[in-house]
């Protein structure tokens, strides 16, 4: 199972997390958010695959960030076009397309990017892009028959961890990770992270 650990920014907790055997990190590049990265860390991950978390942000500006951290993913939120991911694969960057998913879902929406992303994130709905630390229903992800691959988030916690080994879609390749392990806003908890990971790793999709 893929795991996704977002919204890091200290270059020693970036050495500890990476340390538990996750796929990805996530680096926020969204100046509103509280987890936004303004300053490039003294470490970034060698293990792992580095994801530019961004909203709406030019091609110029994603094209620079991915330069400067080593990017190999970029994750975009919402309003970003199928064309516009399809450039951003041209220059070599695996995509993430991030989706608000909530009850009554337009999978139509979800279904422009088949083929321009390499994986999908749902997300919770929420007014902000993201970061609700609120779950939401999973069951209406039965709904989605696509064939992309895609990664679980929203509001996902320690407590959460029999709720996403009995978690079934054909589809499903794994989870990201964010608020629910902090100990404080862009510092994530190792001691309960550690564990969590490794049942999840220890499950076969």
């Known amino acids: 199972m893929i795991v996704k650990v977002c919204g890091m920014r200290e ?56 330069k400067d951290f080593g990017l190999g993913f970029v994750q975009l939120h919402e309003q970003e076009s199928p064309a516009q991911c399809a450039e951003l694969k041209t220059e070599g960057l695996q995509v993430i397309k991030a989706f608000s998913i909530g009850q009554g879902y337009d999978w139509e929406n ?9 994986y999908f994130l749902f997300d919770t709905s929420c007014p902000s892009y993201g970061g609700s630390g609120k779950q939401f229903d999973w069951k209406i992800l039965k709904d989605y028959s696509g064939d992309t691959p895609f990664l679980l988030s929203g509001g996902i916690r320690p407590e959460s961890l029999n709720d996403v080994l009995a978690f ?12 629910g392990f902090e ?8 001691v309960r992270l550690k564990p969590f990971i490794q049942t999840l790793k220890s499950k076969q999709l």
């Open 11 to 66: 270059a020693k907790n970036i050495h500890a997390i990476e340390s538990l055997g996750i796929d990805f990190m996530g680096f926020i590049f969204y100046p509103k958010s509280p987890r936004y990265v303004k300053e490039k860390p003294d470490y970034l991950p060698v293990h792992c695959q580095r994801v530019g978390v961004f909203v709406n942000a030019s091609k110029e500006e994603i094209l620079n960030r991915a």
């Open 110 to 118: 979800v279904c422009l990017y088949k083929g321009v992303a390499d």
């Open 168 to 179: 079934r879609h054909p589809q499903f390749r794994g989870v990201d990770l964010n608020s």
């Open 183 to 190: 100990t404080s806003t862009g510092v994530k908890d190792e």
